[in-house]
């Protein structure tokens, strides 16, 4: 048995352990070609495979309609906070922004550079431990469109409701994409950098209405343009073949566990095991997120103080539990619990929490 340790890195992060044997299995030679998925040419019959099967498993599993599009592109979510603006905020239009943390920031000032803005709604005066109500939001005249981020990372907040409003919605969906439901036909484009829910660093997926792909500029450089990612099935030069390989695996891997609902009952489940021992520890564990507002996949607390986060995160490491400390920008703890983290892992850091606390007060 390979040592594994309890892995709660916030992105890049766990794995199925199936997905990386299976890869490991076909390594160096992948379906008798005599070679690996890596040195396969992205114009071979057997890397078409590949290709069109990460395509068709995430438009099932997602239950993504023929009128929205699947891209697969480069660059991580941080690229699409520029391309999005650059295919979407036509003349004379304003780009809507929620903003619920460090990532709608970074995306708003990437728009900013490229035309008018507006901030919609916001919870950074409550140093972002809540989503704003939808009712809150407040869209500019002309709005091109309403950019969210479905799950803030950093902060461990999430949102539950999405806005059902007169414009073009658009979600960073990063780090909680494949972990719930959602209703696709909601939104004009989704996107996410696959190094949380759908595999390893390299290949970031968006999907999108097909009637936007219409009114995108022509004067785009090519490679910023979606038109050329759409009319040429992703191939228009070489893809991170590697990357959307591990993209299938991983959504085998989902389709093999039941699909999307059943991913969604153990991740609440995993959320609730964490939520509860936090609840429950009299104020030492602090949660970031307000009821209401908490994310089933970055969970986010502090401690009394530093000198025992410094000792807490030192003790859960020796005992094999990694990647708990909170984000550089904001300190305390965060475990991140995607769809690869099991259930007992969530089990042993509830139950280590619980022992640490005791011996603490
Ligand atoms: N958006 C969100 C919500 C994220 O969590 C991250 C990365 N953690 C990013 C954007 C940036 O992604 P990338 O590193 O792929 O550019």
Request: hydrophobic share 40%.
């Amino acid at each position: 048995m390979v040592k594994r340790v309890y892995n709660f890195n916030a992105g890049p992060s766990a794995l199925p352990l199936a997905v990386l044997e299976r890869a490991q299995a076909e390594l160096v030679n992948f379906q008798n070609t005599g070679m690996s998925v890596m040195e396969l040419s992205h114009r071979s019959k057997e890397y078409d495979v590949v290709h069109t099967k990460a395509k068709e498993l995430l438009r099932k599993l997602m239950n993504i309609p023929e009128t929205h599009d699947i891209l697969f592109l480069q660059g991580g979510a941080s690229l699409q906070f520029s391309m999005v603006p650059m295919n979407l905020l036509h003349e004379g239009k304003v780009a809507n922004y929620v903003l619920t943390g460090v990532w709608s920031e970074k995306a708003l000032k990437e728009a900013k550079k490229l035309g008018e803005t507006h901030i919609a709604a916001s919870s950074k005066e409550a140093n972002y431990t809540h989503i704003p109500a939808l009712e809150q939001i407040q869209l500019s005249e002309r709005a091109a469109y309403l950019h969210i981020t479905s799950n803030n990372t950093i902060f461990g907040t999430q949102w539950h409701n999405f806005p059902d409003l007169p414009v073009d919605l658009v979600a960073d969906m990063s780090s909680d994409i494949l972990s719930r439901e959602i209703d696709v036909k909601k939104f004009a484009l989704i996107y996410a950098g696959a190094q949380k829910n759908l595999g390893p660093s390299g290949v970031t997926v968006v999907i999108i209405r097909k009637d936007l792909l219409e009114n995108i500029p022509d004067h785009l450089p090519t490679m910023l343009n979606y038109n050329t990612y759409s009319s040429s099935n992703s191939l228009y030069n070489t893809p991170p073949t590697f990357a959307i390989y591990m993209l299938s695996l991983v959504l085998e891997w989902v389709d093999e566990q039941g699909g999307i609902s059943i991913i969604e009952k153990c991740n609440k489940e995993k959320a609730d095991i964490l939520y509860r021992c936090i609840d429950e520890s009299k104020g030492f564990y602090s949660p970031h997120g307000e009821k209401g507002s908490r994310s089933f996949m970055n969970v986010t607390f502090t401690l009394p103080n530093d000198e025992l986060t410094k000792k807490f995160l030192a003790e859960a490491k020796e005992r094999g539990f990694v990647g708990l400390a909170g984000h550089r920008s904001v300190g305390g703890c965060r475990a991140s619990i995607y769809n690869a983290v099991s259930l007992e892992a969530c089990e042993a850091l509830a139950d280590f929490m619980r022992e640490f606390q005791q011996r603490f007060v």
